[in-house]
């Protein structure tokens, strides 16, 4: 049951964040881009799980319809989104995902990736599936274990990016106007994500002590740009810490999901 509920969290992940451009966030309403945007979805999830159960078109079309909830709701109330929207619309797809987990808690384990499903050792051993040999440097019972870090730094790095960004949005018409004109294009987000990149990175390899000395490395760099404007460096704070805040609570949760499977050689985290 883990492991399917891992593989759909793997494919919302990647269907979400990855393979959803913004022409068809931005085109939600457009036939075309959902049309896209549940053909995504419904690929995905048959790609991870390894299954072409009639489930995974039904989680397809629930998460479409949660998708245009939504859009009405932000009609309605005369709102074009903020994180409060963000994260109850995140909440409301992980709830169908658990609920086609308990409904077939043997997907993966029926599905094409399951190992043992074509090929056992001779000692009655997993070798893995016709895909995946004895010889091959990545044993097909490790795949869970895979996608577990793979949507920790998918969630880390990209959803973190969408959450601080819908986090900061009011404070930033409060700027100066010649605030946003002496920063790089795309720079903010860039360091955003090599910032949320390294703290995942570092409390999965049990150094999270390192993440202090992040924050007082980036503090020294932005002092000096920031110290003056008391509204541009709470600006800097809020976001910081938001982000920060982020990464560390995807990274202790991608440490609680991979502690469920076989081991990747990754040690604990250090309190």
């Known amino acids: 049951m883990v492991e399917t509920f891992i593989a759909l969290l793997f494919a919302h992940t990647l269907a979400d964040f990855v393979f959803q ?12 881009a959902l049309g896209l945007h549940v053909a995504t979805v419904y690929a995905t ?7 072409v159960h009639p489930a995974l078109l039904a989680l397809a079309l629930i998460h479409i319809g949660i998708d245009v909830g939504k859009l009405i709701l ?6 074009s989104g903020g994180l409060a929207p963000f994260l109850i619309d995140q909440a409301l797809h992980l709830v169908s995902l658990i609920a086609i987990t308990l409904w077939l808690p043997d997907l993966w384990a029926n599905g094409f990736w399951a190992p043992g499903a074509i090929t056992t050792g001779e000692d009655g051993g997993i070798l893995g599936t016709g895909l995946w040999s004895a ?5 097909v019972s490790q795949l869970p274990a895979l996608m577990v870090l793979l949507t920790g730094l998918i969630l880390a790095t990209r959803a973190g990016g969408f959450a601080v960004g819908l986090l900061m949005e009011p404070f930033s018409p409060h700027l100066g106007k010649g605030d946003a004109g002496k920063s790089l294009p795309g720079a903010g987000r860039v360091i955003g994500n090599l910032e949320r990149g390294l703290i995942f990175a570092l409390v999965l390899f049990g150094q999270s002590q390192g993440v ?60």
């Open 135 to 139: 010889e091959t440097a990545l044993p």
């Open 45 to 51: 999830a048959v790609i991870a799980t390894g299954s």
């Open 21 to 32: 451009t913004n022409w068809m966030v931005a085109n939600k309403r457009n036939p075309v």
């Open 74 to 79: 932000a009609s309605v109330w005369k709102t």
């Open 212 to 271: 202090g000395l992040l924050i007082a490395a980036k503090s020294i760099l932005r002092f000096g740009a920031v110290k003056d404007d008391r509204r541009l460096s709470e600006y800097v704070i809020i976001g910081t810490l938001a982000s920060f805040g982020w990464a560390l609570i995807v990274a202790f949760a991608t440490l609680a999901g991979l502690a469920l499977l076989p081991p990747l050689g990754i040690p604990a985290a250090t309190p």
